[in-house]
């Protein structure tokens, strides 16, 4: 394989240059392979980097890693270490070797204190100046004072100004020669003042005052952590974001809370809009270190629960984004912490803003799975609407409307048939306030909201006309999310308008799957693998369910299409970074080799079993029992088809599967479900029987067709009666 073909290999080496520290890792394509590569940083040295790429390396000195502590690695996942230590080789980013020597930070320190400075540094665990003290006098033992003074200038401080300055070139998107000039800032310390002084292009790259703050914090925050001060241009009186010299006063001086609010909240809200980590990170690190300090709550409690709540909403931004439920639980503290000081009875609008919150964190926990985490944002939402009435504060009753509405649609997604209609009265209150002429790109959002409700319930009941409700919201919402305008949002609501096609399509309008394959293509356009990697991997799934529904129309060419688009998700949506996207996208590659099978392939129906199986490894009845059903039922079909090559065990391991799933299917919660799930089974029953002229399997089948009947939809109901009308004439014939 060529090297810039290689796109994600296996740790399972280093090169040891110190009996105990940091080592050089060594990857390879598999564990006991003879060609071995380095990987490279997204910044040299940086532990908060990422992989960017693999290149050969050549070594006589490698030592290879137990198998048990191999670690996969590919391009943009995050740097991974092996620190050697007496002995042992410990294995993963810099955040899990930190965790796993917890109980061996105070020998690191006395043993090998610059290794543990490494660690901290790379964290960014403020607390530094006790092992730093402890590295000084280490150095200055075995070296002298005038080297451990140069070590910590040269050595310590400069790599990690420029590693900063680096990271925002990378993160920012400069070129390699803004790279190669971050090696000349200029460092001078005196006394505790750090001095940065910035090259040029640095500057004139930086160039808006979002950047540069957010670049003098980052080295700001390095510097304390050191006990030091960082001197440079006062932020609050430049009058330009060029600082053409960075030695004339001390931000940490300031004391104005407004400034540090403002700047903390502005980098929060960037880093969501930007899906920048690093930027979240900083918004939270300001709003802890800097924000809250500032504004005591027995002094100021109402500034200390502003601070509070901008908190929260940094947490939370960031744990969505990076689908850290403890993150979430962090900004829950921070919320409640704010109703502290913002209650209902002396700040009640303020009270229900961060009530709204609460909701909007309980949902995106809920989200991944647990109904009863988004009825507890309900009812915060609820609670919100108490003081947020649409007379007293329209724009924030809209809002809370919004919120509603998203979480009564998590919870339609859920399978809970009344909430597709709540979602769909919420967001017909929020297009209240939120008119086409006033807020036109609101109101499109809104219009793409009710389609999604309407989508839901329509595929929930089999309901065309819910389906063709729902095309017409998103095509409405179209009208105002253009590609021009608003490329994101025309590109999410045009994957919205291929799903409710394909549903369509299903219902038998071939032309609704060819409208439907286009909407995908059209999104693809926006959604690239470089800009939004899991949103470009979720619609090349979605095309690859458009494929397979076409496939079982005009044959085989459009399934092997759609095995294509999923292989495709598949390269972003792997099992270690989105388990439960990875098994959709399994679930999906398994039901497109089972029709393929169904064409007379025995290699592509073992490959349809394997690939749904694939699925349950993540689908569990425990984390999702209704994906988990449906998960099971295609099991049973695709055993069913790869018991018609003579796989003798795959007919009872069929039955097996769909008793399972009918199990969570019943009659009381899942009545559609059970009734299709039960067709399934009576349609193996009967083609079981007939085979091996076996009456009480047809009498079964027939038993189970004329129960399912009266609870099937009308895409379902003739397939029934004509089975079951067959039945009854094969067992008259029998007879």
Known sequence: ?????????????????????????????????????????????????????????????????????????????????????????????????????????????????????????????????????????????????????????????????????????????????????????????????????????ILAFLGNIDKTEATFLELEFFAQSLGLMLSRPDYESASHPKYNAANISIIAGSKNWQKWFELASKLAKKGRASNSVLALQEAIGLFRNEVIPRAPRRVRPLDWASSQNGLGTALRFLGNQLGDSEILDSALLAYRDALLERRRDNHPFLWAAVTNNIGVTFAIKGEAGDASLVKEAISHFENSLLEFTRGKKPLEWAGAQSNLGRAHLILARMGDHKAASAAIEAYENVL??????????????????????????????????????????YETALLERTHSRAPLQWAATQSNLGSVLKLLGDFGDENALISAIQCYKNALLVRTRDTTPFLWAATHHNLGNAFSALGRKRGEAYLHRAVEAYETALTE??????????????????????????????????????????????????????????????????????SDFNDTSASSRAFEAFASALEVFTTQNSPLEWAKTTLNLAIWEANRGDKLGDKNLLLASLKRIEEAIPLLSNKYISDGKKLASLLRANLLAAC
Not at 113 to 137: F, K, M, W, Y
Not at 434 to 451: C, E, F, M, V
Request: with cysteine; proline share 4%; glycine share 6%.
């Open 1 to 201: 394989m060529k090297v810039d073909e290689l796109s994600e290999l296996l740790l399972t080496g280093y090169v040891n240059h110190f009996s105990n520290g940091f080592t050089l890792p060594c990857y390879s394509t598999a564990p006991k392979s003879n060609t071995w590569y380095l990987a490279s940083c997204s910044v040299d040295g940086d532990h908060r980097g990422v992989i960017t790429g693999f290149s050969p390396f050549i070594s006589n000195d490698i030592v290879s890693l137990n198998e048990s502590k191999i670690r996969r690695a590919e391009i943009k996942s995050p740097w991974l270490n092996v620190l050697a230590w007496e002995g042992d080789a410990i294995v993963g980013t810099t955040k899990d070797i930190w965790r796993k020597t917890e109980t061996l930070h105070a020998a690191i320190a006395k043993k090998a204190p610059l290794t543990l400075l490494d660690l901290q540094v790379g964290l960014r665990i403020s607390d530094v100046i006790s092992t730093l003290n402890t590295a000084s006098e280490f150095l200055s033992k075995r070296y002298g004072d005038e080297k451990q003074l140069y070590w910590k200038i040269n050595s310590l401080i400069k790599p990690q100004v420029i590693i900063t300055l680096r990271r925002f070139v990378y993160n920012f998107g400069g070129g390699g020669g803004l790279y190669s000039d971050a090696k000349n800032v200029k460092i001078t310390l005196n006394g505790r003042n750090l001095i940065a002084t910035m090259p040029d292009a």
């Open 432 to 473: 209240l306030e939120r008119p086409r002429d006033k807020l036109p790109l609101s109101w499109a959002a809104a219009q793409n909201n009710i389609g999604t409700a309407y989508k839901i319930s329509g595929e929930t009941k089999d309901d065309v006309d819910l389906l063709k409700k729902a095309k017409l919201a």
């Open 573 to 642: 949506r792997t099992r270690e970074k989105l388990p439960l996207k990875w098994a959709m996208t399994q679930n999906g590659l398994g039901n497109a080799f089972r029709l393929i099978a169904e064409m007379g392939d025995h290699e592509a129906s073992i490959k349809s079993v394997m690939h749904i199986e694939r699925a349950l490894l993540e689908r569990t009845r425990k984390n999702d029992p209704t994906r988990w059903a449906h998960t099971q039922n295609d099991l049973a079909i695709a055993l069913v088809v790869l």
